[in-house]
């Protein structure tokens, strides 16, 4: 049996290494246990700096993409967030950890029922939950400060965009060419349609369903 404290200070220590230095997003890392979010027998590998196998053909982010997009994100204890694709509830506890409010929406009902009873569970109060298409995100609770996307989409997601702050960032993975994925920044600098995109790093994400916004 390993020791869980242990193992999630030594994956910490390998994110710090990797380029990881927001303070919110390390100590987020050392408090969540991800072993709570991965399937009972591949508990041995939760901190592993790798993706896994959650169920429903969907997986569970790598721990350095998972910090990485939410440094990326610059969020603070005001924050709200919407993230699209709750899947296992990891990245969305994350957050819970440095935000004021997290708006989470998930496609596959169970995998977002899971993730509502561990998040309440394990005492987070500040998130909702959505079962649904988050092409449409969250138009109730927007304007947000930051848009977390956890699935691959074919292009811009304008109607995310549009729930965006002045200001705000919206992080997400888009399909570049045929067998290229890269994690890009969008940041909204004016209510008219004015962004900037940034790309951020070479990724491989699982795709959105009906993913052609
Ligand atoms: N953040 C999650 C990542 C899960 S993988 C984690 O670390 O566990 C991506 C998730 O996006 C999957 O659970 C998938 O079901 C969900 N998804 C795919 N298309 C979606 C859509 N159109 N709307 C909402 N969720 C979607």
Not at 41 to 54: F, K, Q, V, W
Not at 175 to 204: A, C, G, H, M, P
């Amino acid at each position: 049996m390993k020791n869980f404290t242990v193992e999630r200070n030594r994956i910490v220590s390998v994110i710090r290494d990797e380029g990881i230095k927001e303070k919110s997003v390390l100590d987020a890392m050392l408090k969540v246990p991800r072993h709570f979010f991965v399937p009972k027998d591949l508990e041995e590998y939760a901190y592993d700096n790798r993706a896994l196998p959650i169920g429903y053909s969907q997986t569970i982010s790598q721990p350095y993409i998972v910090a990485f997009m939410t440094q990326e994100a610059q969020l603070n204890y005001n924050s709200r967030v919407l993230e699209i694709g709750t899947g296992s509830g990891y990245q969305t506890a994350i957050l819970a950890e440095i935000c004021k409010e997290v708006f989470t929406i998930e496609i596959i009902e169970q995998l977002s029922n899971n993730a509502f009873t561990l998040l309440k569970k394990l005492g987070y109060h500040n998130v909702h939950f959505k079962v649904g298409n988050g092409h449409d995100g969250w138009l109730t609770a927007a304007p947000f400060d930051a848009i977390i996307v956890t699935a691959k989409a074919e292009s811009l997601p304008k109607t995310l965009l549009h729930q965006l702050v002045i200001g705000g960032r919206m992080i997400i993975p888009l399909q570049k060419t045929v067998d290229e994925q890269v994690l890009v920044k969008i940041t909204k600098r004016t209510q008219s349609d004015d962004y900037s995109i940034e790309d951020l790093l070479d990724v491989r994400f699982v795709p959105m369903v009906d993913g052609n916004f």
